[in-house]
């Protein structure tokens, strides 16, 4: 061995991985190993869990993400995302939540609000309404 298999840094920037079917171990991988992603998306894929942002070794300084039509994701995912935020001093700039339904509006609404983001859609969103809204004016 040369050592070069430790030292490979993934140069990713983006990726898009919507409609696939991988599991919170293969994505968790990809955020603990591509250290420069700004974006991703991961868009209506169903094996996902609320385990996949937990793992504390992700450091992806993700500045774009895309989480539209996944329902499996619950409000543990926001929380996660939240201490992320947190601990890696990085702040999205933008998020898709289209379709999460599962998230709720109290939730939500203190994501959005500790967050600094600059584009923010919610289409097919359920669970929000007209006060959701107006707390955001």
Known sequence: SNGLENSFMCPLLELNLENSILNDRVLS?????????????????????????????ISSPLEELNLSLIETFTDLTLD??????????????????????????????????????RYIEMRNLTSIDDSFIESFI
């Open 80 to 117: 996660s995302l939240m201490l992320k935020q947190l601990i890696l001093s990085t702040t999205l700039k933008s998020i898709y939540l289209n379709g999460c339904n599962n998230f709720s509006q109290a939730k939500l609404n203190i994501f959005l609000k500790q967050s600094n983001l």
């Open 29 to 57: 991988s990809i955020l603990i190993n591509c250290k420069f992603l700004k974006k991703l998306n991961i868009r209506n894929c169903k094996n996902l869990s609320d385990r996949l942002f937990m793992n504390n070794e």
